[in-house]
Structures are given as C-alpha cells and as structure tokens.
C-alpha cells in the first residue's frame, strides 16, 4: 500500500506571494491533517479535512487555509507569505476518529 | 488545550545502552501515538498505544492512561536510534476529529 504523498517537497518562495502544497493519503484513508513545524514553535495543528468537510481547525491566521477534494486528495494554500510561514509543513492521514496517523515527507518552504 | 510534557528533553547514550523517554499528558486523550523523526523531516510510526503495552523488536511502549503518562523503552541502543522522539496525543474531546498534539521531542544521541 502507497504511503501519503506530499508535492512539492521544496519550495522557495519571496513575501507576498501565496503557495499551494498537496497531499495524497493512503488510499482508504478519508481523513487528512496538515501540521506546521518550525524550530520555535515546533509542531503545530492547522487543519484536519473528512469527506471534503473541515472539521477541525487550529490556531492560524486565516491565511491558511486548505480544502480536500472527493478522491480525499488535499491541498493547503498559504496566501500573502510572511517570513515566519518557513517551516516544513506535514500531512496526515487516517481513517479517522482517533484512529493512527500517518504522516508523508512533508513540504519544505522557504519564505525570503 | 491539552498539554504534552516530553523527558528528558536530550539524552546522550553509549551504543549499546538502554533508555527510557518518558511522556506526561494533562488530560484523557483517544490516541497516542510516538514518533521517530528521521533526518529529512518525515515522522515515522513507532507506537499508536492509547493504553496498554507493545513491543516491536528493541522498542516497546507502554502508556497508563488514568495516570496519563507513556513512556518508549529502547533496548540495546545502535547509531540509527539517534534522533528526535515525538509523543502526541489526540485529546478525548475533539470526539470523532482527529487532532495531535505533539510534545517538543526529545533528541537522543547514540554514541558509537
């Protein structure tokens, strides 16, 4: 079985802009969480997406923001890039509550 | 918010050594989860242990859930051990959501 999948694995972009990542669970799996980690905040819950519905949120500005497609395929958008949005950010999948996550390789921005 | 404590935060080992980390929660949580995060950023799945006790070759875990502790057991240490080791938990309240919350880690160093 396929792990989660996340596209682009790097990305450089400058202030201002806005970015989309992608995230392909397992398959089965119709729950999909993304994280944040930074070295100063470490990891941090952004969202959790089910059958295309958000229902989990936490504590982001609403520049995050993210949807889940029927195929439970995900993406997060980040618009108006900050400094502080660097980070590795990471997505999850499970069948859902409580039930074990995985996490893929996660996407790598830099913001300059 | 439910709280996750991580101890020791660094731990220094002589291959060969066994460890004991250790991880407090501050509330009932439907999921635990430990994680070993390798070099290029990914988490990967050690233990999904709610409660009770496993064992997978020189790790095992055991978490006590009504006095809201985990701890991870590594026997025989070797070099590959060597990284960053997550708790996370996903609190009883958020019901069917599927919400982790990590501790800040705790980086093992294993000496050749």
């Known amino acids: 079985k396929a792990g989660v999948t996340q596209t682009p694995r790097y990305l450089i972009k400058t202030r201002g802009q806005q970015v989309t990542l992608s995230c392909s669970p397992i398959s089965g799996h119709r729950s999909v969480s993304w994280y944040q980690q930074t070295p100063g905040q470490g990891l941090q819950f952004l969202f959790e997406y089910f059958s295309e519905t958000q229902r989990n949120k936490g504590n982001f500005p609403g520049r995050f923001s993210g949807r889940q497609f029927s195929n439970s395929r995900s993406e997060m958008n980040v618009s108006t890039l900050e400094l502080g949005d660097s980070a590795l950010y990471l997505c999850?999948?499970?069948?859902?509550?409580?039930?074990?996550?995985?996490f893929g390789p996660g996407t790598r921005l830099t913001v300059t | 918010g439910i709280q996750v404590e991580q101890s020791p935060p660094d731990l220094i080992l002589q291959e060969g050594a066994n460890s004991t980390l250790r991880c407090n929660f501050s509330d009932s949580v439907n999921n635990l989860q430990w994680f070993h995060q390798n070099p290029w950023g990914q988490l990967i799945n050690l233990f999904y242990?709610?409660?009770g006790t496993k064992q997978n070759g020189r790790l095992s875990a055991t978490t006590v859930a009504t006095e809201r502790y985990s701890l991870l057991y590594i026997s025989s240490s070797q070099t590959t051990d060597s990284g960053v080791y997550f708790c996370a938990v996903d609190p009883f309240f958020t019901g069917a959501n599927s919400k982790l919350t990590f501790g800040k880690g705790i980086t093992l160093s294993v000496r050749p």
């Open positions: 999850a999948s499970s069948l859902g509550g409580g039930s074990e996550q995985y």
């Open positions: 242990i709610p409660s």
